[in-house]
């Protein structure tokens, strides 16, 4: 009896099988636009045209849909492929799977689409969590007028159960998550507002779509169930861009419906593809062969991103007073860190306790303990991913540029998930379109710093951000105790 291999093999293994005619350990690249047909719509492996379809975008497709899906313990004929039931579509970015999935809400129940206001096509609402990327925002509140959509941005933390049901209207098609939120970093409730949708009609229920950016595969699967619990969304969506890519050259977004979703409301995948054919948000074959290149390695990676993170986090919060407001999650001073144990993927979970993680988790004291030792680094927390928010405490506009400036590893760009340090002020540059009201509601400062922790060296990165503080606050040099 065969089972499917873990996450790490799997990643390496699917969509990547050995090619049968040339035995190349590397699967062809295919980029031809159309197809030879033996008739009229007699197709010999299934592809027309290659907007519509092509063989190396679904090797990515099922490789993606393995790794969102698919536990290791399922048990399938062929433990190369997926049998989990689940189905990933790609697009030519993340902001086309965004606009797809929007779009989806507004169209009409004849074409597979959610409806709309009243099945016909045109309206529908989404209700979206209220701190989410800026492109996101950009395309749900300005780009998608023109199809009637009405969008609420909810503050789902502090809701409680009974503003979120009271949130949820009769012509609620999608609840819009992100795991965690751009550029705050905040857990939504997502185990209670998964029950919530879950205790309502399932023929008619929202769906849920969790933007898992932030995280990938490799820490979060919100499309597995576990506990017997049904799955915490219906759909992911990632921009493929960071993590997966990992490497800042690749430009590409995915959505994955849940096995669950796709047996009980066939017509979602049915409407998603009609409109990733139609929309023409095709990814270029050649970045897919890329992507599947880098997926390969996005264990390994994430592993070292997030005990970067998790080091460099505590540092901030602990060795210098020239920050506030620090951000990760799986710090065990966050506030969202009760959160983290019960999201965390299996997978992550095994790879953290051959590294001697414990989970639950328990407090315990690093006093007396190397701080550059492993053992150390277990008593700050948990590895959650790669990205960190802070705030140059009392830093100017002005300042918080220069601190960006001065760094000598990590660069400032907007984007994040690569092997090199990203930092960007969010203010500035990813969500200056914001009105100020919304910045500053969510306290969107312009100090605030978002730092996509790569995998340099740990003990480079601190020195250079030391450096790079002092000169943009001009207060002296910090020392280990967190004193100037």
Not at 127 to 150: E, F, H, I, K
Request: glycine share 8%; net charge negative.
């Amino acid at each position: 009896m065969s089972r499917h291999d873990h996450f790490s093999t799997r990643a390496i293994h699917i969509g990547s099988e050995p090619d049968p005619s040339t035995g190349a350990v590397v699967p062809s690249l295919s980029v031809a636009t159309t197809y030879k047909q033996n008739g009229i719509n007699k197709l010999l492996g299934g592809y027309d045209y290659s907007r519509s379809g092509n063989p190396t975008r679904t090797d990515l497709e099922s490789l993606l849909t393995s790794l969102e899906t698919c536990p290791s313990q399922t048990i399938a004929n062929d433990a190369r492929h997926d049998a989990s039931g689940g189905e990933s579509l790609v697009f030519a970015s993340g902001s086309a799977a965004t606009a797809a999935v929007a779009h989806w809400v507004t169209l009409s129940e004849k074409e597979c689409g959610a409806g709309g206001r009243d099945g016909n096509g045109h309206g529908g609402h989404i209700l979206a969590v209220n701190d989410v990327y800026g492109g996101t925002a950009r395309y749900l509140a300005r780009a998608s007028r023109p199809t009637g959509l009405d969008v609420t941005f909810f503050n789902m933390e502090k809701a409680g159960e009974k503003g979120i049901r009271e949130a949820i209207r009769p012509d609620t098609k999608l609840i819009w998550l992100e795991l965690p939120t751009n550029p705050l970093l905040l857990v939504p409730p997502v185990r209670l507002i998964s029950n919530i949708v879950h205790s309502l009609p399932s023929d008619t229920r929202p769906l849920i779509l969790i933007d898992s950016t932030f995280l990938s595969p490799y820490y979060f699967t919100p499309l597995i169930p576990s506990n017997g619990d049904p799955p915490l969304a219906d759909i992911t969506m990632s921009s493929l861009s960071k993590y997966s890519s990992g490497h800042s050259d690749i430009i590409l977004g995915s959505l994955t419906i849940s096995p669950l979703t796709n047996k009980v409301r066939p017509n979602v995948l049915k409407g998603l593809r009609f409109l990733q054919n139609s929309m023409g948000a095709s990814p270029s074959p050649r970045d897919c062969h890329l992507m599947i290149r880098s997926i390969k390695t996005l264990s390994v990676r994430m592993i070292r991103h997030g005990i970067n993170a998790l080091r460099l986090s505590h540092w901030l919060s602990t060795k210098t007073k020239l920050v506030e407001r620090v951000r990760y999650p799986g710090l065990e001073s966050d506030e969202a860190f009760g959160y983290v144990q019960d999201l965390i993927s299996k997978n992550a979970k095994k790879e953290l306790q051959f590294l001697g993680w414990k989970f639950p988790f328990a407090p315990k004291s690093y006093e007396g303990l190397e701080e550059d030792s492993l053992e150390y680094t277990r008593t700050l927390g948990i590895p959650f991913g790669g990205m960190i928010t802070f705030a140059i405490k009392g830093a100017t506009a002005e300042q918080a540029e220069k601190f960006c400036t001065e760094l000598r590893i990590p660069i400032l760009a907007e984007s994040l998930g690569g092997v090199e340090s990203l930092v960007e002020v969010p203010y500035g540059m990813t969500h200056a379109h914001l009105p100020q009201d919304t910045l500053k509601e969510l306290n969107i400062t312009p100090n605030l710093i978002r730092f996509s922790v790569g995998i340099e060296d740990y003990d480079d990165l601190v020195e250079d951000i030391e450096q790079a503080l002092e000169v943009a606050v001009g207060k002296g040099k910090v020392n280990g105790n967190g004193h100037v």
